[in-house]
């Protein structure tokens, strides 16, 4: 599927690539979501009348993405299905994992082939974010720095984690680059779902199922892993209470 329309492609840095393509996950199994589950792929829940995914979808066409590339395994049909029928202004690409589910990481390296640029966006499809007042991808976009940087996560704090528990998940230093919450301790920002990525990231990468948590924590070591605050609104949608109390939100703002 392609677009009827030519969009505006992001730039990274001057005279970088344009940033055209996004990895969409969507392949997991979506067990604390059930039983709303039980016969339908977790991106396919609705949220205010939407479905996850088609929310994930519109973030990125505002950004001017023109290319998804889409990692399916649970009920993998309806995901197909939902795609060829609604979404017809951008280009859609299944990275097929019917066979054997490979986690973050190891759907981002089976994926690999399928995205030709670098830096490319990468973006889970089970969180819902609304921009503040500049659009988060392209705030990534204008903070990326290839010589420095193999990923940029865009991160929240945690106060503003909505529907989200736990203790944090990152510290960022005064240039922002992101270090580990300690063991019993507790950090202040929480990991979005979208990041910006190299191909480098994936270099030397495991075979099979793996978490990105692997070379997040190699390019931690080697300085190269930064964060950005997103100022918007996030939700963290991985419950079927959090759904309510998102929709709940969403109304009262």
């Given at each position: 599927?392609?677009?009827?329309?030519?969009?505006?492609?992001?730039?990274?840095?001057?005279?970088?690539?344009?940033?055209?393509?996004?990895?969409?996950?969507?392949?997991?199994?979506?067990?604390?979501?059930?039983?709303?589950?039980?016969?339908?792929?977790?991106?396919?829940?609705?949220?205010?009348?939407?479905?996850?995914?088609?929310?994930?979808?519109?973030?990125?066409?505002?950004?001017?993405?023109?290319?998804?590339?889409?990692?399916?395994?649970?009920?993998?049909?309806?995901?197909?299905?939902?795609?060829?029928?609604?979404?017809?202004?951008?280009?859609?690409?299944?990275?097929?994992?019917?066979?054997?589910?490979?986690?973050?990481?190891?759907?981002?390296?089976?994926?690999?082939?399928?995205?030709?640029?670098?830096?490319?966006?990468?973006?889970?499809?089970?969180?819902?974010?609304?921009?503040?007042?500049?659009?988060?991808?392209?705030?990534?976009?204008?903070?990326?720095?290839?010589a420095q940087m193999d990923a940029l996560l865009l991160l929240v704090p945690q106060a503003r984690a909505n529907c989200h528990s736990g203790a944090g998940d990152f510290h960022l230093d005064a240039v922002g680059r992101v270090s580990r919450r300690k063991p019993g301790r507790v950090a202040p920002f929480v990991y979005t779902g979208v990041?910006?990525?190299?191909?480098?990231?994936?270099?030397?990468?495991?075979?099979?199922?793996?978490?990105?948590?692997?070379?997040?924590?190699?390019?931690?070591?080697?300085?190269?892993?930064?964060?950005?605050?997103?100022?918007?609104?996030?939700?963290?949608?991985?419950?079927?209470?959090?759904?309510?109390?998102?929709?709940?939100?969403?109304?009262?703002?």
């Amino acid at each position: 599927m392609t677009s009827p329309r030519k969009q505006l492609s992001i730039r990274p840095d001057p005279g970088g690539p344009p940033l055209k393509t996004a990895m969409v996950m969507a392949a997991g199994l979506g067990k604390r979501m059930r039983p709303l589950t039980a016969t339908r792929p977790k991106p396919l829940v609705e949220v205010a009348g939407k479905a996850l995914l088609d929310h994930t979808l519109d973030r990125l066409r505002a950004a001017g993405i023109e290319r998804a590339v889409v990692n399916v395994h649970y009920l993998a049909d309806a995901l197909e299905a939902h795609l060829n029928n609604k979404v017809k202004d951008l280009e859609i690409i299944v990275s097929d994992e019917r066979d054997l589910l490979l986690e973050t990481g190891g759907g981002l390296v089976k994926a690999q082939a399928l995205i030709p640029d670098d830096p490319f966006l990468c973006v889970n499809s089970d969180n819902l974010w609304i921009d503040g007042p500049s659009d988060a991808i392209r705030m990534l976009a204008a903070r990326w720095d290839g010589a420095q940087m193999d990923a940029l996560l865009l991160l929240v704090p945690q106060a503003r984690a909505n529907c989200h528990s736990g203790a944090g998940d990152f510290h960022l230093d005064a240039v922002g680059r992101v270090s580990r919450r300690k063991p019993g301790r507790v950090a202040p920002f929480v990991y979005t779902g979208v990041q910006l990525l190299s191909h480098r990231l994936l270099r030397d990468a495991p075979s099979g199922p793996f978490s990105t948590n692997i070379l997040w924590n190699r390019a931690i070591e080697e300085g190269r892993c930064f964060g950005l605050v997103h100022h918007g609104l996030w939700f963290d949608v991985g419950t079927p209470q959090a759904v309510k109390k998102t929709e709940a939100l969403l109304a009262y703002g």
